[in-house]
């Protein structure tokens, strides 16, 4: 049985209990437990059911590797699906659930599926429920799944909050094991800007609990005087629950800190994602520990040999009496000693190699510990528990020697170091026969935007194994990168010693000669369930490449990414093609090294902070007066004011209705404004508009159009002449960014020479467009300047003062109205705007919206850019011919137009459509024409851009692109709906109200 | 996530403080050009696997237009310039030639 | 005329860093060349202060000259002064190729005061805030989350930040959340 | 299925029967799905590249035409391009008329493929839709929604209330952009994107067909305007007609033939959350926010947003893109903000100048080109092949591929499909 130790636990604080909730029940542990040393400490052997077998799962590891212990964590807000429990710091009041079962982890209806496991092997869904077809969307995928998923889904908004950090610095060291330490003591000694982060909450890694010599010193006093030398210098930053979690390119490295979850009692953000720019990361990240593949190895109490040594030293914590040892190395014999140190039974080290002979094994032997050479194990046994072991000769075929009771089995199949940073960015691995291991390979590493390798590899993360080797590489690797950020390396590096170590012999299966009953019972991927039998098979039907292995078995696709998997099934993937394990490879390794969650990676941005809102200086007016806004962009339009007891629908119809009949304010304040000016300007203008703008006289507004160069309407508005050099040009609400990125393009990269310059001045003025024939009265009373017909006449502009107001005032109309539109500076524009409606009052004056805007702009037969346009359209199919000057050589897209396919005669073209019964024809629909394509598609012959129920005229109006349609004025077309019945309606001029223009010109 | 040292205000500049702009060097061809040589112009592009020019623009910084030459494979960067010119300054191309001996890129070698 | 009314009004945050909105502020951009001797005297004659270098901004109280571009330059001068100021531009660079657009009421200003402004902005540009990195009298253009903006110091613990006015509550409450969240203990001790 | 020709016998095939027949001897007797044969001097035809698109090109080349004595050449594992990395979204409510035909014909062929090929994809019609969230976007889907109903494309814009039933975890009164309604094609879905290559590949090797990987096309020969075959890793191979199916690697290759492409290729990205519990039901497109997300048949939020906007062939982007996407998501869904991301990865894609893809002969007799299908060609696979095998073995294309020449970008006649408010996946 697993259970607490009387005394130890390096991480422990045994004064401090803590409780904790277990499915249900009430457990409890110390603080400085994580959630898979208090189930231990609890005899909770049984954590969650894998994937697809609902097996029995136990904890395996003690850090992140861990592929089993994951539980549903928290309730409500806080609750949090595949939470590893190894990693997971325990705190009173924590509450977990074990996943992936049903009724109970005990007894699992789902785990049938073992039962059934013969007839689901890799790849099973490809073969099976092809027939009938129709089953599959309604029993077979339903069924597949149900059966899909570990954790349960959350169900609550997430109350916690989360941010971002960017910090910039010369070397950051990933992992805090020594060889972090010594990378970045080295890098710091030499006056580096470095950043030491460290995922878990303690420094020192793994020679924390296998405490070798440092300087003549244990381990732990080196340490702690490390961690605090690099303290006090104050070029060194460092940070623990801080994981690197992936390396972009050009020193791009996400780092994810963990800052309250551990301890709910903290204020603050639950988690921060640091952005790091830096010139080097030093990876030392330590390694991780293989399993060894023999049948039953996913029986709970079967762990790595190091995490049942962490259990022990680190949290006092045995995950059983009696535990037997299977290696091939001879590392494990340090968990058999640590294990026998604390006064726990090892019957017996099996040990696959024939000769094992290093310094551990002596102390192991001279401890009283039994040692069996060249054996194996055959099988473990047991259920949801281990309780015993059977040994064979490692190089047979499994035939039982003898049974060993058991309830703990410790294996090692040596170390792999982790290679994942290094390789998120294109590092290559090689083969290391010896080690038998993948280990980074400096002569093909990543390299950044300076062509040199910006990873690089310190301690077991590189390879070394020994502690001398570990410091001596990482302080070097330290030095190096302050170097390469022009730093003068100095110091030397640690000495570190430990027990001379013996040759490991690579052990992929166990015994070696292992039949098909025995592989189909070796598990390599615990989570996902995928067996040694899974890789041969897949082997087998030719899925040959290792990705296709993968992706075929699902190995090393669970959330532990195949830490503990991956290595194990390629080596077997490589037996069974007959192959050598570098020509086979690994798969590729992604960020992040482990799940981060994606609030994140979101970061400060929801809610309100999801997007900027963009305001114009009246928007508080218009929220607190019933506004129902519409994003255009990013800005916030008024899309109507509706008043109570009012549709939006009514609203809209009012606010036309009395823009024609008194006067309307629209808050126009989002057009685009650009200024350009210089002596340049006009022929710069004459290129970027298909108009003739050079020509145009001071004080004087012209409508113009813009394309792109690809010939496509892009946007158009009204440029008004400032003086000699410089014009003010009007855009589109959405367009005036991107216009004005335009233009500085052209500007800056064709047109250097041309003495032009452009200025953005959209936000400096609010915009009011005083529209309706009370518009004069208006602005007249409020007075300052002439606005009469004779002095402001239609078409053009003046500064003068409104009001009391600065005001530059254009007489343009996008209604067919009387109308102004007035700029004041910004500051000022809530001002203006309260003072027109104070003063309108009289007149009839209320505020409008986009959508009367829209349906005013339509009855007059005005194009609006994204309604009339789609980026396909060019100026001449919407009847603008005339706003194209003919007597340019060039502007931008006139060549474009020239091509075949845009002078084709039968483009469509703007009309106005009518329908016979009054009714409005609904947008987006298409006229049909007679028959059917070579695809079987109807043929069409127009389609409906622009439509309304016109409140003027009582009646739906539309515009619409049809085939030859200017010729076809009269005609009568047909728009199917949606419903399978059709609308009829007629070609008709698009304008539809005050075609003689005798409202504006007034 | 890529980084450039803006060859106007100096600023070495994250990706997110940039806007991409595509092939660098590109030839007008206006009203009058041949159709194969306008289509070219506006659409067949290099779009090499390996040296590279391009534009960026440095929307979030000073707002100029620049050039970078830059390896599609390896990301290095080897010199940014400034967008009035129509052929890489010789110091970069040198640059490149140092690291990819017969390396050509449209008229440039 | 009524006063102008700033976007951000008068809203403060008070967390590890105040975040204050400010009032209005004069703004003009000068475009033109900036080496030549006659746009440098205007300009430094309207801020009363050194013409700046490349990235960096000299402003002292309500005044100051910030560098934008290779051709472009930020004139700052109290509110009221700016139609005055205009105008002397416009005198002494008559007939040269520049332009000078007043910006004031396009912009917004936002103060970070206290030490820690560093952090707070650190979470939201991708800007090496480091104190040897960045420091007063360096002007930085960049974004701030998903905005353009720009910040100079006008001592050791204060951060004069400006944006568009349109985007101004969204920036002040940005900054305000990141305030809010507290420090990091990173840039800053 | 696939007729047994001279010399080759089927394959065993896939069945409940024949799992339990192997079951009961461990599955020792399975035979390979595919063979890796070494390449033969000369073939009838050529396709390089074994993603869906070449691999879907072959069989329907066997299949519909007759041409059999074929090779598909990969330069690494087959589907390991952008075919074995996307977000599998299968969908045909596009607007234009052409695009609509293409991916209509691709989408019911995928209804049968899995009969088709007797190797289950796993095609599931589970329902796509596409959230309007703006005035622009209703618009835009509405106006699809009508071109649809004329395409034989069964669409329908739907209601918030409907699109809150269909998808319940999906926050419809977002502050930011409250969802107005959504296009929704109920016969659209995902299906698994390895078993589609896998599949055909299978499909392919059993009609006599080589499918030869780890092998690079590393130059084209052609003699008088002619193809008359390629160097390859794997040496020399000459052949008749040459398809050039390479995704990403389109204008590498078509610099081996001496011509240029109106094509770019950029990173996209796409990211998966840690599996959960089935909690979503259908596929969802936000384009406003520009995010998708599904839910696989193993439990995983499927995710993908936008490209990188830069030339790149390393299959990584840059991270503020997966930033973008996630932050759109966790504003649409708020239940997966503690989900964690698993595993981020990018493809190759390979962007035309109007977005819709290239399937058409080349200045080069007897080379053909299909590629362009940039953000959203897993969905086309099947009628994509069907339309290539078409081309190649006519040399002229059929109704389907017509309008999908290269030469529409000299006539200036785009097939744009951004216009209606999509992104398209
Ligand atoms: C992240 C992501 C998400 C996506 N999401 C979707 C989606 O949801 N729905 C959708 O419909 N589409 C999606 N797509 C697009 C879709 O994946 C592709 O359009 C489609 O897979 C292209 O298939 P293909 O066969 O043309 O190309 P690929 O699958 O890329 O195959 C091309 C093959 O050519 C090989 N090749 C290249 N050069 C050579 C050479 N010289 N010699 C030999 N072989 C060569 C490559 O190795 C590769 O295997 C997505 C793409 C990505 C990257
Ligand atoms: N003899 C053997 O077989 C053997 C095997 C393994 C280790 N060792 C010994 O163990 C010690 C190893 O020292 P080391 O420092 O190289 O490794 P380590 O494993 O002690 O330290 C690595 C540290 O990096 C952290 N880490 C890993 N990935 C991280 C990430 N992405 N982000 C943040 N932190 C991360 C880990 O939590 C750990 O603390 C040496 O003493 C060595 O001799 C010996
Ligand atoms: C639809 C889909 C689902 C995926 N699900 C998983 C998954 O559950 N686990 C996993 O590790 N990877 C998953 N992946 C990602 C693949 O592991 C891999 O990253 C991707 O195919 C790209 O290949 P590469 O990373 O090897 O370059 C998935 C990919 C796709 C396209
Ligand atoms: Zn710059």
Redesign the pocket.
Same mark, same amino acid.
Do not use: M, P, S
């Given at each position: 049985m697993s259970t607490r130790l009387a005394t130890g636990g390096r991480f422990l604080d045994r004064a401090r209990p803590v409780s904790f909730d277990f499915n249900g029940k009430r457990l409890r542990g110390l603080a400085g437990d994580t959630i898979a040393s208090a189930l231990l400490a609890n005899d909770q052997m049984l954590v969650g059911r894998s994937f697809k077998y609902h097996r029995p799962r136990g904890v395996v590891a003690s850090g992140a590797e861990e592929p089993n212990g994951l539980v549903n964590l928290g309730k409500g807000a806080k609750f949090e699906p595949n939470q590893r429990v190894t990693t997971t710091e325990l705190f009173d009041g924590l509450q977990a659930a074990s996943q992936n079962h049903w009724p109970s982890l005990e007894f699992d209806v789902g785990a049938v599926n073992a039962r059934l496991s013969r007839f689901l092997p890799a790849g099973f869904y490809y073969k099976m429920f092809i027939h009938p077809r129709s089953f599959w969307k309604h029993i077979y995928e339903p069924f597949i799944r149900q059966s899909a998923g570990l954790g349960k889904a959350p169900k609550d908004r997430d109350t916690d909050t989360y941010e971002h950090f960017h910090a910039h610095v010369d070397v950051l060291v990933v992992g805090g094991g020594i060889a972090g330490l010594a990378a970045a003591m080295a890098a710091g000694q030499a006056g580096a800007r470095v950043l030491l982060i460290e995922q878990t909450a303690h420094w020192g890694g793994r020679a924390g609990v296998d405490q070798p010599q440092i300087d003549g010193k244990p381990a732990q006093e080196w340490i702690d005087e490390t961690v605090a030398a690099l303290g006090q210098m104050p070029n060194v930053q460092m940070r623990l629950r801080m994981m690197g979690a992936g390396v972009y390119d050009h020193g791009y490295v996400l780092a994810y800190e963990k800052l309250t979850e551990h301890d709910p009692s903290l204020a603050g953000p639950r988690q921060r994602l640091w952005q790091v720019r830096t010139a080097r990361v030093i990876t030392c990240t330590g390694a991780i520990e293989r399993p060894l593949s023999f049948a039953g190895n996913d029986i709970p109490g079967v762990m790595l040999a190091s995490a049942l040594r962490d259990y022990v030293v680190n949290y006092a914590t045995s995950a059983g009496d009696r535990t037997v040892v299977v290696t091939n190395n001879d590392d494990a014999y340090r968990t058999a000693i640590a294990l026998k140190a604390a006064g726990l039974v090892v019957p017996c080290i099996v040990d696959a190699r024939p000769s094992p002979a290093g310094e551990l094994i002596q102390t192991a032997r001279e401890m009283g510990i039994r040692v069996e050479a060249g054996k194996g194990i055959a099988k473990v046994k047991g259920g949801k528990r281990v309780t015993g072991v059977a040994i064979c000769a490692q190089a047979g075929e499994g035939a039982v020697l003898e049974e060993i009771a058991c309830d703990a089995v410790a294996m090692s199949g040596g170390w792999s170091p982790v290679v994942h940073l290094w390789s998120h960015c294109g590092g290559k691995l090689v083969w290391d026969d010896e080690k038998v291991m993948f280990r980074p390979d400096a002569a093909r590493g990543p390299t950044g935007a300076d062509g040199a390798l910006f990873v690089l590899p310190g301690g077991t993360a590189n390879g070394a194994l020994q502690t001398a080797d570990v410091l001596s590489d990482a302080f070097a690797a330290g030095q190096a990168a302050a170097q390469a950020t022009g730093h003068k390396a100095k110091g030397k590096a640690p000495a570190g010693s430990d027990p001379a170590e013996g040759p490991i012999s690579p052990v992929w299966m166990m015994p070696q000669g292992a039949g098909i009953s025995l592989r189909e019972k070796m598990w390599l991927d615990y989570q996902n369930d995928v067996k040694v039998s899974d890789v041969q098979l897949a082997a087998r039907e030719g899925y040959e490449s290792v990705e296709h292995a993968k992706r075929y078995t699902t190995l090393g696709m669970a959330t532990d990414q195949g830490k503990l998997s991956n290595i194990n099934g390629l080596a077997v993937l490589s037996d069974a093609l007959g192959a050598a394990i570098p020509n086979v490879g690994t798969t590729t390794f992604r960020p992040p090294y482990t799940p981060i969650t994606l609030a994140a990676i979101a970061g400060v941005a929801k809610g309100d902070l999801f997007q900027p809102v963009r305001k114009t200086p009246m928007h508080n007016w218009h929220a607190e007066h019933g506004a129902e806004f519409e994003p255009v962009g990013q800005w916030h339009r008024p899309y109507a004011f509706v008043r109570k007891g009012e549709t939006t629908h009514d609203a809209v119809a009012r606010e036309v209705n009395n823009t024609r009949k008194a006067m309307g304010l629209l808050d126009a304040s989002t057009l685009g404004k650009l200024i350009v000016k210089g002596p340049d300007a006009g022929r710069f203008l004459d290129m970027m508009y298909t108009n003739m703008m050079s020509n145009l006289a001071v004080g004087k507004c012209r409508y113009g159009l813009m394309c792109s160069e690809n010939g496509f309407l892009m946007d158009d508005g009204v440029v008004a002449r400032i003086d000699e050099d410089t014009w003010l040009c009007h855009t589109t609400t959405g367009g005036a960014d991107r216009v004005h990125a335009h233009m500085e393009d052209w500007l800056q990269c064709e047109w250097w020479d041309w003495k032009v310059y452009v200025a953005n001045v959209t936000e400096q003025f609010a915009q009011v467009a005083v529209v309706g024939p009370n518009a004069r009265k208006l602005l007249e009373k409020l007075g300052g300047m002439d606005v009469s017909k004779e002095t402001l006449p239609f078409m053009q502009w003046a500064d003068g003062t409104i009001g009391g107001f600065d005001a530059r005032v254009f007489r343009i109309s996008f209604s067919g109205e009387l109308s102004y539109e007035i700029a004041v500076p910004a500051g000022q524009g809530l001002a203006f705007w309260e003072a027109l409606m104070a003063a309108g009052e009289e007149f009839g004056v209320m505020p409008y919206g986009t959508e009367a805007l829209h349906i005013m702009r339509a009855e007059k037969g005005f194009i609006m850019i994204g309604d009339e346009t789609d980026g396909t359209i060019i100026p001449q199919d919407l009847g603008l011919s005339w706003a194209i000057s003919k007597k340019k050589e060039d502007f931008l897209g006139k060549r474009a137009q020239e091509r075949s396919h845009m002078t084709d005669p039968n483009r469509w073209k703007l009309v106005g459509l009518e329908t016979l019964d009054g009714s409005v024809l609904p947008d987006g629909a298409y006229a049909v024409a007679s028959g059917h394509n070579g695809n079987g598609q109807r043929n069409t012959q127009g389609r409906v851009t622009s439509t309304y129920m016109s409140p003027t005229l009582g009646k739906g109006i539309a515009m619409g692109l049809v085939l030859n349609g200017p010729d076809r004025m009269g005609e009568v077309i047909e728009f199917p709906k949606l419903d399978g019945t059709a609308v009829q309606a007629r070609i008709v001029d698009q304008v539809f109200f005050d075609k003689a223009g005798e409202k504006q010109n007034v | 996530m890529l980084t450039f040292t803006c060859p106007y205000c100096g600023v070495h500049a994250d990706e997110t403080e940039l806007a991409p702009g595509g092939e660098a060097h590109l030839k007008r061809f206006g009203p009058g050009s041949e159709d194969e040589a306008f289509e070219d112009y506006l659409f067949k592009r290099e779009n090499p696997k390996g040296m590279h020019f391009e534009r960026w623009r440095h929307a979030y910084g000073c707002g100029k237009w620049f050039l970078a030459a830059r390896c599609t494979t390896t990301l290095e960067v080897f010199g940014t310039y400034p967008a009035q010119t129509t052929e890489p300054p010789q110091e970069i191309k040198d640059k490149i030639s140092g690291k990819r001996p017969g390396w050509t890129w449209r008229l440039f070698s | 005329m009524s006063d102008a009314i700033s976007p951000i009004g008068d809203r403060v945050t008070e967390a590890f860093v105040t975040v204050r909105g400010m009032g209005p502020r004069g703004m003009i951009t000068v475009r033109g060349d900036l080496s030549s001797s006659k746009l440098k005297a205007v300009c430094t004659g309207l801020a009363g202060v050194d013409f700046p270098k490349a990235g960096h901004a000299n402003c002292v109280g309500e005044k100051g000259l910030c560098w934008m571009s290779p051709d472009e330059v930020l004139i700052l001068v109290p509110y009221d002064q700016t139609a005055a100021a205009l105008k002397t531009l416009e005198q002494a660079l008559a007939g040269t190729h520049y332009m000078a657009a007043n910006v004031s009421d396009a912009r917004a200003l936002i103060l970070l005061e206290g030490a820690g402004g560093r952090e707070v902005l650190a979470k939201l540009a991708p800007v090496d805030l480091h104190p040897d990195s960045f420091g007063p009298g360096q002007f930085r253009r960049t974004r701030l989350g998903q905005i353009a903006a720009a910040f100079w110091m006008r001592d050791s613990e204060t951060f004069e930040v400006i944006c568009f006015r349109s985007v101004a509550d969204y920036a002040f409450d940005l900054l305000s959340a990141s305030a809010k969240e507290g420090p990091v203990g990173y840039l800053v001790p | 299925m696939p007729q047994p020709v001279g010399g080759f016998a089927l394959k065993k095939r896939y069945s409940v029967f024949a799992i339990a027949r192997e079951a009961a001897r461990h599955h020792l007797g399975w035979e390979r799905a595919w063979a890796s044969p070494a390449p033969k001097a000369k073939y009838d035809a050529i396709i390089?590249?074994?993603?869906?698109?070449?691999?879907a090109t072959a069989y329907y080349l066997g299949k519909n035409h007759g041409v059999r004595n074929v090779a598909i050449?990969?330069?690494?594992w087959?589907?390991?391009? @952008?075919?074995?990395? @996307?977000?599998?979204?299968?969908r045909s409510n596009y607007l234009q008329d052409p695009s609509a035909a293409i991916y209509e014909k691709s989408r019911s062929l995928y209804e049968g493929l899995s009969q088709d090929l007797n190797y289950n994809v796993m095609f599931s019609p589970r329902g796509v839709m596409m959230l309007a969230q703006t005035q622009h976007e209703i618009r835009g889907y509405q106006r699809t929604a009508y071109a649809n109903k004329l395409q034989g494309v069964d669409t329908e814009f739907i209601s918030p209330q409907r699109v809150k039933e269909l998808c319940p975890i999906m926050d419809i009164d977002g502050p930011r952009y409250p969802v107005l309604g959504a296009l929704w094609q109920p016969r659209g879905g995902t299906a698994r994107?390895d078993a589609v290559?896998w599949g055909y590949a299978r499909a392919c090797s059993d009609m006599g067909m080589d499918i030869i990987q780890q092998?690079?096309?590393?130059a084209i020969h052609q003699s008088q305007g002619k193809v008359t075959g390629v160097s390859?890793t794997k040496g020399e191979i000459s052949c008749d007609k040459l398809g050039v199916?390479?995704?990403?690697?389109s204008s590498?290759?078509a610099g081996m033939a001496g011509f240029r492409l109106p094509i770019e290729s950029l990173a996209?990205?796409?990211l998966v959350s840690e599996p959960i519990k089935p909690c979503m039901d259908v596929v969802v497109m936000a384009n406003t926010v520009h995010g998708?997300m599904s839910q696989s048949d193993k439990g995983e939020m499927v995710i993908?947003g936008g490209t990188d906007g830069f030339n790149n062939y390393t299959q990584r982007g840059s991270f503020h893109h997966i930033e973008e996407t996630v932050r759109a998501l966790v504003e649409t869904f708020p239940m997966i903000s503690r989900l964690k991301m698993l595993r981020q /990865?990018?493809?190759?894609?390979?962007m035309t100048g109007d977005r819709s893809p290239i399937i058409s002969k080349t200045p080069v007799g007897n080379i053909f080109v @299909?590629?362009g /299908?940039?953000?959203?060609?897993?969905?086309?696979?099947p009628g994509s092949g069907w339309a290539m095998a078409e081309l190649m073995a006519k040399g002229e294309p059929g109704p389907l591929a017509a309008e999908f020449s290269m030469d529409r970008f000299r006539a200036g006649k785009f097939i744009d499909e951004s216009v209606a408010a999509g992104v398209a996946?």
């Open positions: - | - | - | 390089v590249g074994a993603g869906g698109h070449g691999l050449i990969e330069k690494g087959l589907g390991g391009g @952008n075919t074995g990395r @996307n977000t599998t979204i299968i994107h290559a092998c690079e096309v590393t390859t199916v390479v995704a990403g690697h590498v290759l996209l990205q796409a998708y993908g /990865w990018g493809g190759i894609v390979d @299909n590629c /299908w940039g953000t959203g060609g897993f969905k086309a696979i996946h």
